[in-house]
Structure formats: structure tokens, C-alpha cells
């Protein structure tokens, strides 16, 4: 949807321009390719997993194998907190559909959870615009960071594998990864040829506490010897969900009940009795339903050891943003509305997502001289949001953007290895309605960044330095805020251990404050609050130490890592205690803030034969933040801990696990406390077909208990709870 055609001109301008430079620098980058002449190696169907007939190669989790996207290193020791969920990971662990939910058991990972059809992940306590979720290295181009409501325009069931990174990755990605950054590597633009001419993959499945059915497929076709095309397609339908018990927390539900005893008294028994039913609700969530489809398509083309390729895709996502029970919407002071959930005179509120992408990557083989390789990545995005008041549109987003990366890769023959590059960002946002709550704006912002590698023996050193240039104008407030920011760390590692990496990474990072955070004023209708931006903010830093040590311990394998960052003028929404529009104001501040926090995973087989292995797998995260005033940081997910048993054998896994969190009573102002609890899950997976692991029957069980858990770092805790039990069955196969 184009909201003004002077924007929709200069959105199909910008598209013209990327497909301009994709097909000339295809056609350049072909001409230096065959150049080279170098000969392809035979590679790996696109989109399958190796298959899996030796029991002892086989991964149990994704923690511990580190196959970051990090140009010309070996390994990304300057990010210490780095993890790599497989395919078999994400069929395992894909729960609601969601990238956020998907990531939750990695230490140092938590999730927004606003609602079945929009939760983000939280890196180490770090969310919104301080972690950036990329696609194979560039923006997702959506407008989840702006707001909780707002969700990631991707679907996990599609992708090839998921980079978590914990810690400053703006190192790589931009200030907006000042946090972490997940990036998710897909198969839309093929980069290898596949073993035969036709390769598919493909996942079905269904679930009890949502009545979810979703399903998923990719094709890859070799055209000729050197052309591959890929169109993949998914689709996602779920209901309202089950929950295990009240859908408000405690405090909460008896803040209710006390309103609907004080209304008794006052002889409004039809007010008592709905307040009532409001705080009695339970066993599901109302207007959490969801459905989404995705398709792409894409072209590779393979000459010699460079690939170039692009693709075209498109989103879309319908779902509800659940109310909190015994909260009327009061968005335009009106009279006569009544409290009570979905009482009458109440419109559910429901949000449609549609995202249409264009994106270019190229590797181009440069030869035997200082550098191996040009990288280059360019995607597109027009984006539109709209959030519904029962059938009526009350708001529409509308963004725009374009981001380029061009990378040059050292060769690795050396002392020195690395990578330097370019990177550019530019934003068009729009929104119209009346709770648009953010002025139209545009954000441009250039980069230029390096990463190095030195040393070949035990002692080995990384750094890596960032400049950035960032433009933010609101052009109806004609303000414009120019920000120069400059990151850069240094990490030494000492690998004179057999098996074992131990290092220190120290960092300096810094953050151009984002439009939301400068511009909003207004009633925002999702999340039910009056946000207030701040147009003086300043650049938000962050001074940073990282210690941790990885590697094998006789069979097993091991990580364990401790950080502390010191950020100054860090920005922080909070609610202020104070009401506009009936709606409680939410203000973005700034003030210095210390985050503390420790990650441990530990994997070893207690028993390992030829044919029968038993595996432990233990993980813990723990952080705390703190703000210069002694008071808490907002939404700081509490410790929690992750024991599991495993049993491998070649046709069969069996998997039990237990997670608890514990309770998070250090709250900020107005914040309220949550109670611990405990998730107990099982699996088991089946692969009937000897040659052919990548066929994978899985039946699961998630909250056997029925437990009803809050994740404290979501906005909707209180009256938006995990989901109850669940039975899950999926098929995932490729061949």
C-alpha cells in the first residue's frame, strides 16, 4: 500500500535503481569471474544438511558449532556470545512461528513475547533498537525495532540456519546492533549448485494448544551448468491460543477483583459482575489468532568460485494484539466506552503486515593477490503496517528503504586476515491515521568498518573499528539531527590449549539515537500507551569487557563467558506515571547504565558406543542492568537455567529437558514483578529412512505441566502468558 503517491514514486524509483545495479553488476561481475577461470569444486545441495550415517558427526545443538558470516577470519573470538542454530534446531524448537520464541533456549537469549504473531528477540537484556535482525547481512527492513507490537518479517520455517550474536555487533552490522544482532542466512538467492537437477526441501506441521498447521517448501532447479533457480513458499495458520491458567498475573487480577468489590458496593452490580469475568478469564488468550504466507524466488549464478544472484519476495502476516482484560481502549477521550476486555463498543484490535523485497548478493573470486574476494549485498524493502479497529483502519506504516554493503576479503595466506567495507542505510518512513504516533521521517546513514586477524600461533589478536555518519530528519517538525558515531574493539585469545580458546575482548560502541526514539508523541493503539520521544537525545555509548573461554573438555564441549558494559546517556522507555488521551504516557530518557551478565552451555556424553549415545546438555544466562539512579533498567530478563537429557541412536532421538526462570522482583518504577517458573519439554524424532537422515518425523511436548509462565522482558507479561501445553507433530525432508 502507498499512503502518498509522491512516496510510492520515489519507492519504485529506488527499486528501479537496485535492479539496475543488480543486473550491471551482474553482468561486470561475470566478465571478471570467467577471468579468473577457476574451476568449481562440487558442492552440497542448496538447502540440504549433510547426511547424517556416523552418529559421532552428528550436532546436538547449534551452541556449539561457530559458523558465523564473519568475512576472512577463522573465528569471530571478538564476539565471544555467538551461536548457530541448523535446520534441525529451528523444526525442533519452532514453537509459534516467531524468530524470537524460536531462539529462547540459547544462553543470553530471551523474547519479547508481546503475542503469538509478533515477539523479537532480547540479546543480554538488550531490545528494539539495540538489536538489529538482518537477512544474510543486510536490514529485514521492517518495523519491528520501532515497537514491540510490530513484528519480524521473516519466518523461521524457511531459512538455512539463524547467526545469534551477543554482544556489540555493530561492530559488523551497524549501530543499531550496539546489543546483538541475529542474523538469518536464507536460501532465496542460490549460491552453489545442487548434486541434481531438482532438489526439495520441505516441513509440515501442526500443534494442540493453538490448533497451529503450517507448512513450508523450497525448489531448487539447475537451469544449466551454472544457473540455479529457487522459489520457496510457507504458510502459518493458528487460533487463539491455550493457556494454563488465569490470563492476568496475580497482582493484576486482584487489583480487578478489589474494582469489582468496590463497584458491588456501590450497587453497579453490572460493572462487578464484568470486572469479574474479566479477572476470571483463563485457559485461553482472545484475539491472539495469526495467519501468515511467505513466497520468494531467486536466480544464482555459479562461475568458478564466484556466485551473483538475486531474488524477489513477498510477506504477509495478519494477527491480533490481545487487550488487556478489565482495560477499555480510551485512545480519543470518548465517552460512554465501557472497561471490560471486549465488552460492547470495543473493537479488537488486529495488525496486516505485507513486506515486498528485492535483494542482490555477489562474491566475486578477485585471484591470488592482497584480497580473495568483493562481497556485495543489496536489498530493497516496501514495507506497509496497518492496525485495525475491528474493520476500520486506524493506522497505516509505511516505510521504504534501501541498504548496500560492499566487502573486501583479504587473503588468508598471511598473518593478517580480515575484511574492510561500506555500508549505507536509507529509510523512508510514513505513517498516517490518527494514533500515527511517529512524524514522517528519513534516516540516512553511511559507514565504513574493518575487521582484522593477527597471528598464527597460540596468542592471537582481533580488532575491529567502525565510523558511521547517521541523518535523522523529521521533515513536518523540521528538525534534523545529525549524528557521528565511532565503535571499535580489541580482542586477544590465547590458543595454546588443545581444543580450548580462552580470550578478552574490550570494546567502545556507540548509537545514533533512532526516529522513534527522537520523534513519537502520541497514542499508540497496539500497545495501548502514549509514547513521548525526545528530540535533544544524544548519542548513546557503551564501554565494554568480555571475558570467556570454549572448546572440548574429552568428549564434550563447553563455553563459558562473562561481560560487563558501562553505557553512558543510555535511552530507555518508561512508563511516567502520568495519562494522555486515557492512556498511561510512556517517555524515552537517557541516563548512564550498567549490565553485568554471565552465559554457560555445557554438552557431554555420558554414554557414547557405536550405536547409542547419551548426551547432557546444561546451559544458564544471567544479567542485571542497573541505571545511574540505582534503580532497575526496564524488562531485564531474570536468570534461568537449562538441563536436558538426550539419547541418539541412528533412527531414533529422544530428548527430555528441563528450564526454569526464576522471578525478576528488581522492577523500575510502575514495572511489575514476576514469578518464577519451571517449562518441562520432551521429544522424540524419527529418521525412518537409512540413506537419507534428512527425512525427519518429531512428535514434542512443550510445558507438560500445563505451567502458566511470564517472560519479563515482554510488555504484555501480565495478561499475555506463555502458551499452555502443548503437543506438537512436524515432518521435515529433503532430497
Known amino acids: 500500500m502507498c499512503i502518498k503517491m509522491a512516496r510510492c514514486t520515489s519507492s519504485h524509483l529506488a527499486l528501479a535503481a537496485v535492479l539496475g545495479l543488480t543486473f550491471a553488476g551482474t553482468s561486470a561481475l561475470a566478465q571478471t569471474a570467467r577471468s579468473n577461470d577457476v574451476k568449481s569444486a562440487a558442492q552440497p545441495a542448496t538447502g540440504a544438511e549433510p547426511v547424517e550415517d556416523d552418529l559421532h558427526n552428528r550436532q546436538t545443538?547449534?551452541?556449539?558449532?561457530?559458523?558465523?558470516?564473519?568475512?576472512?577470519?577463522?573465528?569471530?573470538?571478538?564476539?565471544?556470545?555467538?551461536?548457530?542454530?541448523?535446520?534441525?534446531?529451528?523444526?525442533?524448537?519452532?514453537?509459534?512461528?516467531?524468530?524470537?520464541?524460536?531462539?529462547?533456549?540459547?544462553?543470553?537469549?530471551?523474547?519479547?513475547?508481546?503475542?503469538?504473531?509478533?515477539?523479537?528477540?532480547?540479546?543480554?537484556?538488550?531490545?528494539?533498537?539495540?538489536?538489529?535482525?538482518?537477512?544474510?547481512?543486510?536490514?529485514?527492513?521492517?518495523?519491528?525495532?520501532?515497537?514491540?507490537?510490530?513484528?519480524?518479517?521473516?519466518?523461521?520455517?524457511?531459512?538455512?540456519?539463524?547467526?545469534?550474536?551477543?554482544?556489540?555487533?555493530?561492530?559488523?552490522?551497524?549501530?543499531?546492533?550496539?546489543?546483538?544482532?541475529?542474523?538469518?542466512?536464507?536460501?532465496r538467492i542460490p549460491t552453489r549448485m545442487p548434486d541434481h537437477d531438482i532438489h526439495i526441501d520441505a516441513l509440515a506441521g501442526v500443534d494442540s494448544a493453538a490448533n497451529m498447521r503450517t507448512g513450508a517448501a523450497s525448489l531448487d532447479v539447475a537451469l544449466s551448468s551454472n544457473l540455479v533457480a529457487h522459489v520457496d513458499g510457507s504458510w502459518r495458520k493458528a487460533d487463539d491460543f491455550e493457556i494454563g491458567g488465569f490470563q492476568l498475573a496475580p497482582d493484576l487480577r486482584a487489583d480487578l477483583l478489589a474494582d469489582a468489590a468496590e463497584e458491588e458496593e456501590e450497587g453497579e452490580l453490572g460493572e462487578a459482575a464484568e470486572l469479574r469475568e474479566a479477572a476470571n478469564r483463563r485457559g485461553t488468550v482472545p484475539n491472539s489468532a495469526m495467519e501468515s504466507w511467505t513466497v520468494n524466488a531467486g536466480l544464482g549464478l555459479i562461475l568458478g568460485e564466484s556466485t551473483f544472484g538475486a531474488s524477489l519476495g513477498w510477506y504477509d502476516t495478519d494477527y491480533g494484539v490481545p487487550t488487556r482484560p478489565g482495560a477499555g481502549h480510551h485512545h480519543h477521550g470518548e465517552e460512554g466506552e465501557e472497561e471490560g476486555g471486549e465488552e460492547e463498543g470495543e473493537e479488537l484490535v488486529t495488525i496486516g503486515l505485507q513486506q515486498f523485497r528485492a535483494d542482490f548478493k555477489g562474491n566475486v573470486y578477485l585471484g591470488e593477490g592482497a584480497f580473495e574476494r568483493l562481497k556485495l549485498r543489496f536489498g530493497y524493502s516496501d514495507y506497509t503496517h496497518t492496525e485495525f479497529e475491528g474493520a476500520e483502519v486506524g493506522t497505516v506504516f509505511d516505510s521504504t528503504s534501501l541498504e548496500a554493503r560492499a566487502e573486501?576479503?583479504?587473503?588468508?595466506?598471511?598473518?593478517?586476515?580480515?575484511?574492510?567495507?561500506?555500508?549505507?542505510?536509507?529509510?523512508?518512513?510514513?505513517?498516517?491515521?490518527?494514533?500515527?504516533?511517529?512524524?514522517?521521517?528519513?534516516?540516512?546513514?553511511?559507514?565504513?568498518?574493518?575487521?582484522?586477524?593477527?597471528?598464527?600461533?597460540?596468542?592471537?589478536?582481533?580488532?575491529?573499528?567502525?565510523?558511521?555518519?547517521t541523518k535523522v530528519e523529521a521533515q513536518t517538525l523540521g528538525i534534523e539531527r545529525d549524528f557521528d558515531t565511532f565503535s571499535g574493539a580489541l580482542g586477544v585469545v590465547y590458543a595454546g590449549v588443545p581444543g580450548i580458546r580462552i580470550g578478552i575482548n574490550g570494546s567502545r560502541a556507540e548509537r545514533a539515537p533512532s526516529a522513534e526514539e527522537l520523534f513519537s508523541n502520541g497514542p499508540h493503539i497496539a500497545t495501548q500507551a502514549f509514547e513521548i520521544g525526545d528530540a535533544n537525545l544524544r548519542t548513546e555509548n557503551a564501554w565494554g569487557l568480555e571475558a570467556y573461554a570454549r572448546g572440548s573438555v574429552g568428549d564434550g564441549t563447553f563455553s563459558?563467558?562473562?561481560?560487563?558494559?558501562?553505557?553512558?546517556?543510555?535511552?530507555?522507555?518508561?512508563?511516567?506515571?502520568?495519562?494522555?488521551?486515557?492512556?498511561?504516557?510512556?517517555?524515552?530518557?537517557?541516563?548512564?547504565?550498567?549490565?553485568?551478565?554471565?552465559?554457560?552451555?555445557?554438552?557431554?556424553?555420558?554414554?557414547?558406543?557405536?550405536?547409542?549415545?547419551?548426551?547432557?546438555?546444561?546451559?544458564?544466562?544471567?544479567?542485571?542492568?542497573?541505571?545511574?539512579?540505582?534503580?532497575?533498567?526496564?524488562?531485564?530478563p531474570p536468570l534461568s537455567l537449562l538441563g536436558a537429557l538426550e539419547a541418539q541412536t541412528g533412527a531414533f532421538d529422544v530428548r527430555g529437558e528441563v528450564q526454569w526462570f526464576d522471578g525478576q522482583d528488581r522492577v523500575t518504577t510502575f514495572e511489575t514483578p514476576t514469578d518464577s517458573f519451571t517449562l518441562v519439554n520432551a521429544l522424540i524424532a524419527w529418521r525412518p529412512l537409512v540413506d537419507n537422515q534428512n527425512v525427519t518425523l518429531q512428535v514434542a511436548a512443550d510445558n507438560i505441566f500445563d505451567v502458566n509462565g511470564r517472560r519479563h522482558a515482554s510488555f504484555t507479561k501480565d495478561f499475555v502468558p506463555l502458551v499452555g501445553r502443548n503437543f506438537r507433530a512436524s515432518i521435515r525432508m529433503s532430497f
Open 61 to 187: 545443538d547449534g551452541i556449539g558449532t561457530i559458523i558465523v558470516s564473519a568475512a576472512g577470519l577463522n573465528e569471530l573470538d571478538v564476539l565471544a556470545g555467538t551461536s548457530v542454530l541448523e535446520i534441525a534446531d529451528i523444526q525442533r524448537d519452532a514453537v509459534t512461528g516467531q524468530l524470537g520464541d524460536l531462539l529462547t533456549k540459547i544462553p543470553g537469549v530471551s523474547a519479547t513475547s508481546f503475542a503469538p504473531g509478533s515477539s523479537r528477540p532480547v540479546l543480554r537484556g538488550q531490545q528494539g533498537e539495540r538489536v538489529r535482525v538482518l537477512v544474510d547481512g543486510v536490514g529485514t527492513a521492517d518495523v519491528s525495532n520501532t515497537s514491540v507490537d510490530h513484528a519480524t518479517s521473516i519466518d523461521p520455517i524457511t531459512v538455512e540456519r539463524i547467526e545469534v550474536l551477543r554482544g556489540p555487533a555493530v561492530l559488523l552490522y551497524g549501530s543499531q546492533a550496539i546489543g546483538g544482532a541475529v542474523n538469518v542466512i536464507d536460501k
Open 408 to 469: 573486501l576479503v583479504q587473503n588468508g595466506g598471511g598473518v593478517l586476515r580480515g575484511s574492510s567495507g561500506v555500508q549505507f542505510l536509507h529509510r523512508d518512513f510514513f505513517a498516517e491515521g490518527a494514533e500515527a504516533y511517529v512524524p514522517p521521517n528519513l534516516t540516512d546513514q553511511l559507514a565504513v568498518f574493518t575487521l582484522q586477524e593477527f597471528g598464527t600461533g597460540p596468542i592471537q589478536i582481533e580488532a575491529a573499528a567502525r565510523g558511521e555518519f
Open 560 to 636: 563459558l563467558t562473562a561481560f560487563k558494559q558501562w553505557f553512558g546517556n543510555y535511552i530507555f522507555l518508561e512508563e511516567t506515571g502520568g495519562e494522555e488521551d486515557d492512556l498511561p504516557v510512556f517517555q524515552y530518557l537517557q541516563q548512564d547504565a550498567d549490565f553485568f551478565g554471565i552465559e554457560a552451555d555445557f554438552n557431554y556424553p555420558l554414554i557414547d558406543t557405536d550405536g547409542f549415545r547419551l548426551l547432557t546438555d546444561l546451559r544458564a544466562s544471567y544479567v542485571e542492568a542497573e541505571l545511574a539512579d540505582g534503580t532497575a533498567v526496564p524488562r531485564i
